[in-house]
């Protein structure tokens, strides 16, 4: 496995098998956009050049929601090559309005399977306005899932939400917490979920995106 990855994704090393088998953990959505450096949306091209333990993608990102100051343009983005080190596979190598979550390694943005690879279109309006700029508000929170759900959940810190998911399904999202709401300081400071507004423009540029790009007219379709 390349040296970059063991460096970019210490997530990805603590949930490691024995077998060297992927397994990852369902995050809240506003805990991938906090938590990585980059969140882009943008089309798949086709596939790049394979070389070592990674494979490459050819982009073009249509809009960045979250960069560092000073990141250059992004044309390739790049994942683990084995898909037991979580590397990610695309089926159609030409699809469209593709939310991406990764990390910055010299400059060049990687991503796994324990990331988020998503189709723009399916996530719900809140989640959309979320990414596009109210997740970033509470980035000063952290998210706690309650994965023992036959019993009382602990109390939270006043930094923390406690987010529980529908049925304790904690493999897709599910419920209000995961689809509509976002984790922000109250007035009193305390952590608390709030509905996300739908008042909101959804055309409001997350504070974090520093890279411009243009919106090009574009012939790819999504996968169905």
Known sequence: MDPTFLLAFPLLLALSTPCNACVCKLLHPQSIYCLTDVVIIVDI???GQISGARRTFQVNVTKVLKAPK???EIHYIYTPRRVENCGYTVVNSHQSELLIAGYLVVGKVYFTKCHLFYFW???TIHQQ???QSVYDAGCNCQILPCYLCWRICPEPDVTDCLWKQTECDY???RGDESLFSTCVPSTSGRCEWNRISLHLSNTTTSPNSSLTTTLPSSSLTPLP
């Open 171 to 173: 493999s897709i999202w």
């Open 121 to 123: 279109n399916q996530l």
């Open 129 to 131: 306005l979320g990414f």
């Open 70 to 72: 000073g990141t250059r």
């Open 45 to 47: 091209l086709g596939p």
